[in-house]
């Protein structure tokens, strides 16, 4: 079946160039930046009276021209227009290995629906992260004040943004990029999607699975796992990366904390009373906020060389390499008001939460004060918006094969989930990074190989194929 199926793909796409299609619907205006001088940028209207913003970089070869690329950075809230505006490094796309793409595809960046420069905005207040209210409330008092604390933050999000933050959900976000190919002009999609980017790209798949030439779901979200289950993986997986920086650190001379015991330092550094000074913010980090900037640069080894420096610093008593950087952006907001909306908060009461905050610390005894699916649970609860996408049962039948990628070592979408997504996609193939960090597109030369290979042809990878 496997073969019958790739035979049939090759039959169906175009293996020679295809010009740019003169149908687009879409007004393209030159936007370009000190490192994209051919970008060009516009906003296009889609139901429900929004407006989407894009970006594209047209194909460096078009008379090879394949098509259209859709891409997605992740999130939920990553801004695609932006990554662009960068030259696409944020897509890996100034590696050698993506040099294919680059020439046969324009690459095609967008804010998805209440992100970044699309309209309305997600806007929230400046006191939607809040040092003083922990994640892991203590007692009853310290829950209630938590989901007070999510409830007006919500509001606040309410006011600002308007009755569409109702509507932020992702599958509502996959009918924009319906309307975004009908837009383009082109038949079928061609998508590269990474972290949250996978669940986006697979709701889509789901929804229009005829429209649908090549597909990459790499760092990969099961939304079918209920949120209480993705909780606990992400924990083990948060965990064994911290145990990997630990280790990584004995051998290497990049490691400022080389000669130490690492986790040692970690939980003596996650227990200084009242947490460690930052010039930057004129205040003390709080021990989950330095948690949240560790689990940061834990998602790139790349990053890993200054994590150290950064921790022994703080140890010193200086957390300005530690900050919290995804919680103090303004686009933090997008992140919880998506999230909200796709996984929301399991927990039923305090006990509950107390509960599975037992679970997490006994998963994870050394990285549990950070990670996404944590925050992302008990940044719900008590949130006022209701949830319009939940985690529910998903599959996907009838598109061309569609190729799924997990890592073994990735902190933030486990091995497990990259598992269960390709399960729920008929037809597609799993393909296994066995290299560290967040996504094999940013961490692996072999994988964004196979990646371009696949997209250019519609070939997947065989069957078990591992990247090492």
Known sequence: MKALAVVAALTLLPLTALPASAASGIDWKPCATEYAPTLECANLRVSGGLSIALAKLPATDPARRIGSLLTNPGGPGGSGVTVLKYGGRGFALDKPEMAEARQRFDVIGFDPRGVGESTPAITCGPDLHDPAVSRFPRSRA??????????????????????????????????????????????????????????????????????????????????????????????????????????????????????????????????????????????????????????????????????????????????????????????YGAYRAIGCHDFGSPFTSYADMRAMQGLVKTLSPHGWRYSEFWDMASGCAGWPVPSAYLPRPQKVTGAAPILVVGGEHDPATPLVWAKGLARNIENSTLLVDAGYGHTGLLNSACVRTEEVKYLVSGVTPAPGTVCR
């Open 142 to 331: 310290d829950y209630d004040r938590l989901l007070a604390h999510n409830r007006a933050s919500g509001e606040e999000c309410l006011k600002r943004t308007g009755p569409k933050l109702s509507s932020v959900d992702t599958w509502h976000a996959a009918d924009d990029v319906e309307a975004i190919r009908g837009a383009l002009g082109e038949p079928k999609v061609n998508w590269l999607g990474v972290s949250y980017g996978s669940e986006l790209g697979a709701v889509y798949a789901e929804k229009y699975p005829n429209r649908i030439r090549t597909m990459v779901l790499d760092g990969a979200v099961d939304h079918s796992r209920p949120t209480r289950q993705a909780v606990l993986e992400e924990a083990v997986a948060t965990e064994s990366a911290l145990k990997d920086f630990a280790t990584w650190c004995t051998t290497s001379a990049d490691c400022a904390l080389r000669g130490k015991d690492v986790l040692a330092v970690y939980d003596a550094l996650m227990r200084t009373p009242g947490g460690v000074p930052s010039k930057q913010l004129g205040r003390k980090v709080t021990a989950e906020e330095m948690a949240a900037g560790v689990y940061g640069s834990l998602i790139l080894p790349a990053f890993w060389p200054d994590l150290a420096k950064a921790i022994d610093a703080a140890t010193a008593g200086d957390a300005d390499g530690l900050l919290p950087y995804s919680q103090l952006d303004p686009s």
